[in-house]
């Protein structure tokens, strides 16, 4: 456990607006509520998508994401409750357990299967998507998978449970730390009355997804409920958020530096381009984009 420094924010940036997330089915039928959708990637650049995933029925989750393909971002998968082993098509593969991350930078091309390793109790978690620049969308992809208990943990003066999986919190440092788009990801427990404050620099995009409970932000008196997404409106003068518990609540707070670029997407597929799109769909008919997801480092 790290010991956390003390903050207090002079002024906390406010809700833009509460968004209601899309329940959806993706990979061989797993259900999920989709909460970060396409319209909203140049709003919430540099991230692309968040799908929240939980149920305690098998027949939601269990067919899992047979094999599949990424090119030209990072994908971040926090398993909440649950076991899912992830394979690659060159021979790599790992367990993602209660608590744990796998983060793969899928660059210029990976084939990936990930599927539950249970098939009973309660799977639940998150995958945010998170782009890369331009100039590195066609790097060597690689992955690293951090198990629950490498992820730093604090408890602030008020009570506050944190988890950073990314970023820097309180001073300390989360697991993962990515150049160019800065990502804060954190996973936040507060109990009932408690308050947060976390830092968050003035020119990176921010939203809050409450998955339990309620939470006030920003000195708003209206809170924010169960499976809504908040996102945070961008206040030059803002120096990060302020959260309130109204209840025992359970978030994650998260945060990047936008690339600015263009974003086009076809699938699981972001370049910055229609010509990339299509150079790619190219290789994947021709079997040159598995020969290069055949690289992978992990």
Known sequence: MNAPETITLTRSRKVERLVT?????????????????????????????????GSESASDYIAGFPPHPHRGFETITYMLTGRMRHRDSAGHEG?????GVQWMSAARGVIHSEMPEQ??????????WLNLPGAHKMDAPWYRDIPGAAIPEFVDAGGATVRVIAGESHGVAGAMQRPDTEPLYLDVHLPAG????????????????????????????????????????????????VVQACRDARLIIVAG??????????????????????????????????????????
């Open 257 to 298: 530096k936008p690339l600015g670029e263009p974003i086009v997407q076809y699938g699981p597929f972001v370049m910055n381009t229609r010509e990339e799109i299509e150079a790619t769909l190219r290789e994947f008919r021709d079997g040159s984009f598995e020969a290069q997801a055949g690289s992978l480092a992990g």
């Open 21 to 53: 997330g899309v329940p959806t089915s993706d990979g061989a039928g797993v259900k999920l509520t989709r909460v970060l959708t396409q319209p909203l990637q140049r709003r919430l650049d540099p991230f692309l998508m968040l799908d929240a995933f």
């Open 119 to 128: 098939n009973e109790g309660r799977m639940e978690g998150f995958q945010l």
């Open 194 to 241: 408690s308050r947060f404050e976390q830092r968050i620099p003035a020119g990176h995009n921010a939203f809050v997804y409450v998955y339990r409970g309620e939470v006030a932000l920003g000195g708003d008196q209206d809170g924010v409920g169960e499976r809504r997404m908040a996102i945070l409106a961008n206040d030059p003068d803002a120096e990060g958020v």
């Open 95 to 99: 367990l993602v357990e209660d608590g």
